[in-house]
């Protein structure tokens, strides 16, 4: 066995990196450098990887950088995903998952609400056709520092900012923020989706036009 620090990626099918991106999309791992990613040489002389050191997984921030992802500038995740692999994502159920971390685990609260959101985005982001190159650039940071908050955490920061307002007015329902929240990861338009053909992003809830929403609002006035 060695680590991706003695082989070159080049060697690693497409889909044993798109299966170790989309753990640490998932599990938000902000130290998946090449020492983390052991290979292992199959019968058929084929490599797998094994990921290894999970300590700044499922953590209470999602600062996640682009330079914590040894991964995101190989080419294999700009390739498109396989059928496999998309049905798997696609079937994936974020609040089971979510409990059996809490459960067994004793993942905070806080960690799971930037797991959910991740994984959320993740399925929004296949369902939308991109690829898992596009989907991370949207859950990391991605200036020289990693100090610009990302496309993920904008979208977490929208969906606190409805929380408070309906402890602040009374009379806001789960269903107007879901939906709202929806529509922003909608590939049908979703202003998070809209970086693939600009960069224009809504930065903050009051930016959302929550007129389509009244009626879920009236309903609890």
Not at 148 to 168: D, H
Request: a negative charge.
């Amino acid at each position: 066995e060695c680590s991706m620090d003695d082989i070159s990626p080049s060697m690693i099918s497409v889909d044993e990196v798109h299966k170790i991106a989309i753990l640490d999309i998932r599990l938000m791992n902000a130290d998946r450098n090449s020492a983390n990613l052991l290979c292992r040489r199959r019968s058929d002389n084929t490599i797998q990887l094994v990921p290894i050191d999970h300590g700044f997984c499922l953590r209470s921030v999602a600062d996640v950088s682009w330079m914590d992802w040894c991964w995101l500038d190989w080419p294999q995740t700009k390739q498109p995903i396989s059928k496999e692999t998309r049905d798997y994502i696609l079937s994936l159920d974020i609040e089971r998952d979510a409990r059996l971390l809490r459960e067994r685990l004793n993942i905070s609260r806080e960690a799971l609400d930037y797991f959910c959101a991740s994984s959320s985005l993740l399925k929004a982001g296949v369902r939308a056709g991109l690829s898992l190159y596009d989907i991370a650039v949207m859950c990391c940071r991605n200036d020289d520092l990693g100090e610009v908050p990302s496309k993920l955490e904008m979208l977490f920061s929208m969906a606190s900012e409805l929380a408070e307002s309906a402890v602040e007015n009374g009379r806001w329902h789960h269903a107007a923020a879901s939906r709202a929240l929806e529509e922003q990861l909608s590939p049908k338009g979703g202003s998070l989706f809209a970086h693939t053909q600009s960069k224009a992003v809504h930065k903050t809830m009051s930016a959302v036009d929550l007129s389509n929403y009244s009626e879920d609002l009236a309903s609890f006035s």
